[in-house]
Each structure stands twice: as structure tokens, then as C-alpha cells.
T-cell receptor
Framework: GAGVSQSPRYKVAKRGQDVALRCDPISGHVSLFWYQQALGQGPEFLTYFQNEAQLDKSGLPSDRFFAERPEGSVSTLKIQRTQQEDSAVYLC??????????????FGDGTRLSIL | AQTVTQSQPEMSVQEAETVTLSCTYDTSESDYYLFWYKQPPSRQMILVIRQEAYKQQNATENRFSVNFQKAAKSFSLKISDSQLGDAAMYFCAYRSAGTASKLTFGTGTRLQVTL
């Protein structure tokens, strides 16, 4: 596609519900990143995929957060038993390079998640 | 761990004037990349300019240029001939050259452009 596509754009869920956020990267991009951006803050790294392999998940805040990219293209970020502190914008980025490449990351518009 | 600090929560500039946004970072590494991203209300992070730490020459992209001071660990962004479309949040970001390429962002500077 022309750019990184994320859906839904907005998601409202009740505390305790599970949610799934989707990222469709630029076609052919090897690397995919998830970031969490709290209100008034800069994005913070969550996890990184190179093709289908999750090479870094050091930023995931708890075991309620799970990400996958089974076929090396579309990725899903799942949050189980959501809590109010999970409210944030979730940004996805993709890059044509691998982990050590200096290719830039291209970002999607993000999903704004609100937990009531 | 690396940290990125943006000490100016908000800045304002008149159209056609020049403004400088500040960024400092802390790292023990010698090889890394620095970026400035723009985030308009649409939320999409747009790459404005990037600098490789091994390059002494400051990067420029049209009206955007940086002042990279490696010893001082400073990386400021200068926007010349400011336009209304430059109004946005600006984030400074760091990326290590030696590990998986996650970005570490600062807290951002909101730039207002007035007539």
C-alpha cells in the first residue's frame, strides 16, 4: 500500500475487555514496530518484528500485551483485560531495512484507545 | 539507557520568521542516529530530518536544518521562513546504530505559527 494503515482509528472499550489493534505495513517492509503514546508524551517503544520473528519485546508493559505478525506482513497488537492506564495512542511503524539498517521508519495514523 | 530531553513544551513563531527547537540526549554510545519528527493533529509521525552521528556536517532539508553538537550531546532544529503548515508537535528521537532500531523519543515541543 501507499502507507502504513492502522485500524480502527478509534477504539473505546470497558475496563476488563480484550482489544485487538491492526497494523498493515508498507508492502515489502521487513521491519515493523509498535509504540505507545500517552497523552502529552512522546511515543514509547513496545515491540519489534523482523518479518514474522519478534526480535524485541522489551517494551511491552505487562503480560497482558501480546503482538504477532504470523505471515510477516500484517501485525496485531492484543491487550487482554484492559485497564485505564492502557488508554493511549498506539502507533505502528514499518521500515524497509532490517534491525541494523538506517532506513527510516514510516508511521501510521495510530489507534486511539480509550478505556472506560 | 539512552534518554532524550526537550525542554521547551511550547514555542511560538510568526509566519516567515525563524525558530529553533532544542533537544539534548544522553548516551554512552559513539555511533547513533538522531531524528526530528513532526506530528500534526492527524497523529501521523512524519520524518523531518535525520543526522548520522559520524557525520560532522549538519543535515539540511529545504527550510529545515539542524545544529548537531556531538560533544555537548545537543541536536537542535531550525525552521526558516516558518509557514502555517509547520504548526505541529515536534519530537526529537534517538536510535542506536548497534542494536535493533527502536526509536527513543523526547516529550515533544508544540510549535504554534502565528500570522
Amino acid at each position: 500500500g501507499a502507507g502504513v494503515s492502522q485500524s480502527p482509528r478509534y477504539k473505546v472499550a470497558k475496563r476488563g475487555q480484550d482489544v485487538a489493534l491492526r497494523c498493515d505495513p508498507i508492502s515489502g517492509h521487513v521491519s515493523l514496530f509498535w509504540y505507545q503514546q500517552a497523552l502529552g508524551q512522546g511515543p514509547e517503544f513496545l515491540t519489534y518484528f523482523q518479518n514474522e520473528a519478534q526480535l524485541d519485546k522489551s517494551g511491552l508493559p505487562s503480560d497482558r500485551f501480546f503482538a504477532e505478525r504470523p505471515e510477516g506482513s500484517v501485525s496485531t497488537l492484543k491487550i487482554q483485560r484492559t485497564q485505564q492506564e492502557d488508554s493511549a495512542v498506539y502507533l505502528c511503524a514499518s521500515s524497509s531495512g532490517t534491525a541494523y539498517s538506517n532506513q527510516p521508519q514510516h508511521f501510521g495514523d495510530g489507534t486511539r484507545l480509550s478505556i472506560l | 539507557a539512552q534518554t532524550v530531553t526537550q525542554s521547551q513544551p511550547e514555542m511560538s513563531v510568526q509566519e516567515a520568521e525563524t525558530v529553533t527547537l532544542s533537544c539534548t540526549y544522553d548516551t554512552s554510545e559513539s555511533d547513533y542516529y538522531l531524528f526530528w519528527y513532526k506530528q500534526p493533529p492527524s497523529r501521523q509521525m512524519i520524518l523531518v530530518i535525520r543526522q548520522e552521528a559520524y557525520k560532522q556536517q549538519n543535515a539540511t532539508e529545504n527550510r529545515f536544518s539542524v545544529n548537531f553538537q556531538k560533544a555537548a550531546k545537543s541536536f537542535s532544529l531550525k525552521i526558516s521562513d516558518s509557514q502555517l503548515g509547520d504548526a505541529a508537535m515536534y519530537f526529537c528521537a534517538y536510535r542506536s546504530a548497534g542494536t535493533a532500531s527502536k526509536l527513543t523519543f523526547g516529550t515533544g515541543t508544540r510549535l504554534q505559527v502565528t500570522l
